[in-house]
Nanobody
Framework: QVQLVESGGGLVQAGFSLRLSCLVFGRTFSRNAMGWFRQAPGKEREFVAAIGWSNTDYADSVKGRFTISRDNGKNTLLYLQMNNLKPEDTAVYYC?????????????????WGQGTQVTVSS
């Protein structure tokens, strides 16, 4: 059974940094696309960043501030380094994985999801 477990969320002031982690159990995704999405209260889930076999992709709102990376060890570890956080980054952040190879921005293309981790940025 595939399981994705996020960690690293918390409360920070604007301008500070956080690093989210997502540990995968049950299979590896070293050659598949993985991504981060977020959902703020009252809003739809939105794409944040993705990493594929040979590329990365970022939403315009986080480009230059967030960095997605992956450690393809025994268990796949996905990271999201978030710098210069803004209050509008406040949301529940979800890790996702797909059997596809290239990065995907649409949530419906992802097959596996974590439970989410809360990120709150105060002004």
């Amino acid at each position: 059974q595939v399981q994705l477990v996020e960690s690293g969320g918390g409360l920070v002031q604007a301008g500070f940094s956080l690093r989210l982690s997502c540990l995968v159990f049950g299979r590896t995704f070293s050659r598949n696309a993985m991504g981060w999405f977020r959902q703020a209260p009252g809003k739809e889930r939105e794409f944040v960043a993705a990493i594929g076999w040979s590329n990365t992709d970022y939403a315009d709102s986080v480009k230059g501030r967030f960095t997605i990376s992956r450690d393809n060890g025994k268990n796949t570890l996905l990271y999201l380094q978030m710098n210069n956080l803004k209050p509008e980054d406040t949301a529940v952040y979800y890790c996702a994985a797909t059997t596809l190879t290239f990065t995907e921005r649409l949530a419906r293309h992802y097959d596996y999801w974590g439970q989410g981790t809360q990120v709150t940025v105060s002004s």
